[in-house]
């Protein structure tokens, strides 16, 4: 089945710091969606792609969707203590169901 | 601001006891989800549902889920008979679209003794 390798699996960094993160995929997708997700929680939408090429920020975060549409990455700017957490990527291939495919997340960890 | 809310927050059960989850998504919105986490592995997808019909669903999703609208309001997953590596987070999400974001609620950990 359709599988997303995202990278790096984990990154400790020093606050103020920029981030960035990746997700290949070895199929097509249509949209790209870029979760942060704390411990015990849900995942709570970031980022969200429609249109290869397209880069989009909220606030200190950037995320393009890549023009071959099997890619996205996602940066963060000038890191902040609470920028902690583990980040997905997700894909959806279109068709009429909304299925999701997740990467396997990247754990970041922000020194203060 | 509109989110999908889950009940319980956390569900313990023994081996072979049926368990229900109950979400309710964003009101306006009409495909539902289900996908489950594993502790310290990625979300999987289990099952989308519009229009009172599932749209699809993944090997995960056998004949011991099951899932329903039973109301205007309520999104819930049945599982028959719990095994032990049923235990995991449970997410609901909603979208209006399945070509628009997807939102998720808390979750429900369940964990199967």
């Known amino acids: 089945g359709q599988q997303l390798n995202q990278s790096p699996q984990s990154m400790f960094i020093q606050e103020g710091e920029d981030v960035s993160m990746n997700c290949t995929s070895s199929s097509i997708f249509n949209t790209w969606l870029w979760y942060k997700q704390e411990p015990g929680e849900g995942p709570v939408l970031l980022i969200a792609l429609y249109k290869a090429g397209e880069l989009t920020s909220n606030g200190r975060l950037t995320a393009q969707f890549g023009i071959t549409r099997k890619d996205s990455f996602l940066n963060i700017s000038a890191s902040i203590p609470s920028d902690v957490g583990i980040y997905f990527c997700a894909g959806q291939s279109g068709g009429n169901t909304g299925k999701l495919i997740f990467g396997q997340g990247t754990t970041l960890q922000v020194k203060p | 601001e509109p989110e999908v809310t889950q009940t319980p927050s956390h569900q313990v059960t023994q081996m072979g006891q049926e368990v229900i989850l109950r979400c309710v998504p964003i009101s306006n919105h009409l495909y539902f989800y289900w996908y489950r986490q594993i502790l310290g592995q990625k979300v999987e997808f289990l099952v989308s549902?519009?229009?009172?019909?599932?749209?699809?669903k993944s090997e995960i999703f056998d004949d011991q889920f099951s899932v329903e609208r039973p109301d205007g309001s309520n999104f819930t997953l049945k599982i028959r008979s719990t095994k032990l590596e049923d235990s995991a987070m449970y997410f609901c999400a909603s979208s209006p679209s399945t070509d628009y974001e997807q939102y998720f609620g808390p979750g429900t950990r369940l964990t199967v003794t």
């Open positions: 549902f519009y229009n009172n019909e599932i749209s699809e």
